[in-house]
């Protein structure tokens, strides 16, 4: 989707980051160029986006790793189709970066001078249950953890994995999990060039509210939104400037967040389903019901109306507005506009993380997984959190 295009549905003309990445542009080319670069978690929204900018810096070789073998036959489209080839090598494997199949590629291709890591589990919903709650921690926290020691040991030059708002100050498991992950790469990263990015909501991308707003349009189905939450949306393209500034110009140890005061970024569902739904010739017919917004669908849309569900959120695990730093979290200043940074270096010692892992993979590996044995390992980790737990999920939703 074309970034001209997010912005309308957001409603907002600024574009946030040009200048800071139009200034780090040159020098980032000149690295990129030469090295050898893999992107875990390629075939997702922000990774596809950060692979196909990376792509047009032409670098030495570039490998995309994604269990989404579907999504890698449509990213190798879009890269062929819209910038064609270059001299470096580009090659994708539909492999679990957990896998020993992954650390055997990654051995035999000599390692890579810069990772990247775009693999997670990013939904509240995932929590619903110990069996996907446990894959989220794997993914996460395990899958991280192992990639960062085999990063390591074949002497990479640079480790990013992503975050998300929803680690500082978290209310939810989700959230809980990138906490616990900023703190194990926080560990790493006096031995090894270390950087993160937090952002909140990337507007439209896969399986996202504003992503199934689309499909449910398409398959001629009301659209629902809560009315009583705002978020920070980024763009794809906002989103992948900010990870690979992250990338190539944080400190080690630090992570990068976007300046959103007085940038005009937070926002409403209900009113960017109006917009939608503005462009598409439609008007939002606001309905008291699931059931009435469903049965409502065929006369409603006759006479360019679209039936849509607003609700007040009440599920487990949602912040009414999202904060991108935790209360303890102390701001460090860069020479970028719309960039600030905080500082995970040296917050948890080599002994803490190899304790936390030895029990986080012990419950892993335990015949009887439950919710609260998962929570109060990561609880014992990261410290205490705010956990909001409602006994309703968003399964139960539209």
Same mark, same amino acid.
């Given at each position: 989707?074309?970034d001209?295009?997010?912005?309308?549905?957001?409603g =907002?003309?600024?574009?946030?980051?040009d200048?800071? @990445?139009l200034?780090s542009?040159e020098d980032i =080319?000149?690295?990129?160029?030469?090295?050898?670069?893999? $992107?875990l978690?390629?075939?997702g929204?922000?990774?596809?986006?950060?692979?196909y900018e990376?792509?047009?810096?032409e670098p030495?070789?570039?490998? &995309?790793?994604? %269990?989404? *073998?579907?999504?890698?036959?449509?990213? &190798?489209?879009n890269? #062929?189709s819209? +910038?064609?080839?270059?001299?470096g090598e580009?090659?994708?494997?539909a492999?679990d %970066?957990g896998?020993?199949?992954?650390?055997?590629?990654?051995?035999?291709?000599?390692? @890579?001078?810069?990772?990247m890591?775009?693999?997670?589990?990013?939904?509240v919903?995932?929590e =619903?249950?110990p @069996?996907?709650l446990?894959?989220? &921690?794997?993914?996460?926290?395990?899958?991280t @953890?192992?990639?960062?020691?085999? /990063?390591?040991?074949?002497? /990479?030059l640079?480790y990013?994995?992503?975050s998300?708002?929803?680690?500082?100050?978290? &209310?939810?498991?989700?959230g /809980?999990?990138?906490?616990?992950m900023? +703190?194990?790469?926080?560990?790493?990263?006096?031995?090894?060039?270390?950087?993160?990015a937090?952002?909140?909501n990337?507007?439209f991308?896969?399986?996202?509210? +504003?992503?199934?707003?689309i499909?449910?349009?398409?398959?001629?189905?009301?659209?629902v939104?809560p009315?009583? $939450?705002?978020?920070?949306? +980024?763009?794809?393209l906002?989103?992948?400037?900010?990870?690979?500034l992250s990338?190539?110009?944080?400190?080690?140890?630090?992570?990068f967040i976007?300046?959103?005061?007085?940038?005009? %970024?937070?926002?409403?569902?209900?009113?960017?389903i109006?917009?939608f739904?503005y462009?598409?010739?439609?008007?939002m017919?606001?309905?008291?019901?699931? *059931?009435? /917004? #469903?049965?409502?669908?065929e006369?409603?849309?006759?006479?360019?109306?679209?039936?849509?569900?607003?609700?007040k959120?009440?599920?487990t695990g949602?912040?009414?507005?999202?904060?991108f730093?935790?209360d303890s979290e102390?701001?460090?200043?860069? #020479?970028?506009?719309d960039?600030?940074?905080?500082? $995970?270096?040296g917050?948890?010692?080599?002994?803490?993380?190899e304790?936390f892992?030895?029990?986080i $993979?012990?419950?892993k590996?335990s015949d009887?997984?439950?919710i609260?044995?998962?929570?109060?390992?990561i609880e014992?980790?990261?410290g205490?959190?705010n956990?909001?737990?409602?006994?309703?999920?968003l399964?139960?939703?539209?």
């Open positions: 989707m074309k001209d295009y997010v912005l309308q549905m957001l =907002r003309k600024n574009k946030l980051l200048k800071d @990445y200034s542009i =080319r000149k690295v990129v160029k030469k090295s050898k670069i893999i $992107i978690g390629g075939a929204s922000i990774g596809s986006q950060v692979l990376i792509f047009k810096m030495l070789l570039i490998h &995309v790793v994604d %269990i989404n *073998e579907n999504g890698l036959v449509e990213v &190798v489209r890269i #062929r819209s +910038l064609g080839y270059i001299k580009f090659q994708t494997f492999i %970066i896998d020993k199949n992954f650390h055997k590629m990654v051995n035999k291709n000599g390692g @890579y001078d810069i990772w890591n775009f693999s997670a589990l990013k939904h919903r995932s =619903r249950d @069996y996907t446990m894959r989220l &921690v794997e993914v996460n926290i395990i899958n @953890y192992k990639t960062l020691i085999l /990063a390591k040991n074949t002497k /990479a640079k990013f994995s992503v998300t708002d929803k680690a500082a100050n978290p &209310v939810n498991l989700m /809980a999990s990138k906490r616990a900023e +703190l194990i790469l926080g560990e790493f990263s006096g031995s090894l060039d270390i950087s993160s937090r952002f909140g990337v507007a991308s896969n399986g996202s509210l +504003l992503d199934g707003m499909n449910r349009y398409n398959s001629k189905q009301p659209l939104a009315i009583d $939450i705002k978020r920070y949306f +980024l763009t794809p906002e989103a992948a400037k900010l990870s690979i990338v190539f110009k944080a400190t080690s140890g630090d992570i976007p300046i959103t005061k007085d940038k005009g %970024i937070k926002q409403d569902f209900p009113s960017i109006k917009n739904l462009h598409k010739n439609h008007t017919s606001v309905m008291v019901s699931e *059931e009435s /917004a #469903r049965n409502s669908i006369e409603l849309t006759k006479n360019s109306k679209w039936p849509c569900y607003v609700f959120s009440d599920t949602e912040k009414s507005e999202e904060v730093i935790a102390i701001i460090k200043k860069t #020479r970028y506009e960039i600030v940074a905080i500082e $995970i270096k917050l948890k010692t080599k002994k803490q993380i304790v892992m030895e029990e $993979i012990a419950v590996n009887d997984i439950t609260k044995k998962i929570k109060n390992v014992n980790f990261i205490h959190f956990h909001k737990e409602t006994g309703k999920s399964e139960e939703k539209m």
